[in-house]
């Protein structure tokens, strides 16, 4: 019986951490990779699927919320946070290159005020998405505020403007500090 097994009785609960390292070794003849179709299909899916269980209004906030703790993860795992502003964007341009995510540039950055207009092309969520009217990325925002949040220490929220879904060619991210 499932219930009785010792193992399970005493395990504990995993952080996202422990299911990150769990895939860094678990296949090995097909490795690491996978094709974006199968990204979009679980992002597509679960998207309709949120938004069919609980509205448009808590998908979006669930997208956000989740890639928030992925881009806290993110800058915990594979970014320097003890860098300069410039090393530290040109590190993160670097990682969201190698892990094929998208091609970061930073278009402004008030350093009185910590604004910042962020653009990502060839972006892994929309690229090549038919015209919606709407902005799609609302993962690609929390995943941002929670690595500016990570490396700054400062609350930081990131809304998109310009998407493939609004007709344009890459995304573009408004970053702003919580006041
Ligand atoms: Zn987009």
């Not at 881009?71 to 795992?77: C, D, I, N, V």
């Not at 799609?136 to 505020?145: I, K, M, P, Q, T």
């Not at 809304?159 to 007709?167: D, K, S």
């Amino acid at each position: 019986m499932m219930e009785d097994n010792i193992f399970l009785k005493n395990r504990k609960k995993l952080s996202l951490a422990d299911y990150m390292k769990a895939q860094e070794n678990g296949r090995e003849n097909l490795g690491t990779e996978l094709p974006v179709a199968v990204y979009r299909l679980l992002e597509y899916s679960l998207r309709d699927e949120l938004t069919a269980r609980l509205g448009k209004e808590e998908q979006i906030d669930i997208f956000r919320s989740a890639g928030f703790r992925a881009g806290t993860y993110f800058a915990e795992k594979y970014l320097d946070s003890s860098l300069g502003l410039s090393e530290f964007t040109s590190q993160l341009q670097k990682r969201l290159e190698e892990f094929k995510m998208g091609v970061l540039r930073i278009e402004k950055f008030d350093e009185e005020t910590g604004k910042m207009v962020l653009t990502v092309s060839e972006d892994a969520d929309c690229s090549g998405l038919p015209l919606l009217g709407e902005t799609v990325c609302n993962y690609d925002e929390g995943f941002l505020a929670g690595i500016l949040t990570s490396y700054t220490g400062k609350p930081y929220n990131a809304t998109e403007v310009n998407c493939w879904a609004t007709g344009d060619r890459v995304c573009r991210f408004r970053a702003d500090i919580d006041e």
